[in-house]
């Protein structure tokens, strides 16, 4: 699907969400989920990786430089999982059910500067219970172009659904983020309750004081039945490695050189992860 530059625009510093429903397993060549296209190139483009449903976020800049980032896990197979893109001035950030997943600083010229002068677009939400925006833009440096969802002249398309697609206007706070991800869908009451802290490490490193920021800590057996497991499969973190480190298991029980996912909790060892959904049933499955 392609919508018009005079209709929309996927504009910098201007975040936006969707849900997203995939059908079929990695493929050999780069998907086209959402872009933007400008004189035959893209400006800001989010794509599925070649042999692995990662998502790739990236941002052509005034230089012509490609800053991106791709998430940390991959998205599941059949099951709705919501996606937020955040850009400002100075990063994008990708929200994955919520969750911030993963961010990326963004290097930034005159070219953009001068460009934003040039530049009000027109801006609209387009979704199946669609917000309105008004146009406003020029303060972001982005340019114009088409719009499109799947397909496009570089990139075939996913197999699929989209549904519940918004482009804003204006930057959006966590909060707001947050509000879009039903937690009745994905499962997730508290979004800050669990993230990644290591994704291939050994025990020594999983155990290091500094592998979590201020007040979390490398998650107890507790926490990630209680919940921790829970988000990392329903984010992707499990899809390649299903082991995770805990803060107690015993040195004697680790294989040498052996390599797990650290996962940080928020809290204590022995805290209850507050808000998220206890006797999991499919926590359990994929631990």
Request: contains cysteine; proline residues 2%.
């Amino acid at each position: 699907m392609c919508v018009r530059s005079k209709e929309t625009c996927l504009c910098r510093e201007e975040p936006s969400a969707f849900w997203i429903y995939l059908l079929e397993r990695p493929t050999n060549n780069f998907r086209n989920v959402l872009s933007q296209i400008h004189e035959g190139e893209e400006t800001i483009a989010v794509l599925l990786y070649p042999h692995v449903n990662k998502l790739s976020v990236r941002v052509l800049t005034g230089r012509n430089s490609n800053e991106g980032m791709s998430s940390m896990g991959q998205l599941p197979l059949r099951r709705w999982t919501h996606i937020a893109i955040k850009m400002d001035d100075a990063r994008v950030e990708l929200y994955v059910n919520g969750v911030l997943d993963n961010s990326v600083p963004i290097k930034r010229g005159g070219a953009d500067k001068a460009t934003a002068k040039d530049n009000a677009a027109s801006n609209a939400t387009s979704s199946a219970t669609s917000n309105a925006a008004t146009p406003a833009n020029a303060a972001g440096g982005e340019r114009g172009g088409d719009i499109t969802i799947g397909k496009n002249a570089h990139y075939s398309s996913f197999n699929g659904y989209l549904d519940e697609l918004h482009l804003f206007n204006r930057s959006l706070n966590k909060s707001e983020i947050i509000s879009f991800a039903v937690a009745s869908v994905t499962g997730i009451h508290d979004t800050e309750f669990a993230y990644v802290g290591n994704y291939d490490c050994d025990y020594a490193t999983s155990m290091r004081a500094d592998l979590c920021r201020e007040n979390y800590q490398l998650c107890s057996s507790f926490q990630l039945y209680s919940g921790g497991i829970h988000y990392a499969r329903v984010n992707g973190i499990l899809t390649a490695k299903t082991n995770l480190w805990s803060s107690d298991v015993s040195e004697n029980a680790v294989e040498s050189g052996e390599k797990r996912i650290a996962l940080c909790c928020r809290g204590g060892a022995a805290d209850s992860p507050m808000g998220f959904a206890k006797g999991n049933s499919a926590s359990e499955e994929a631990w």
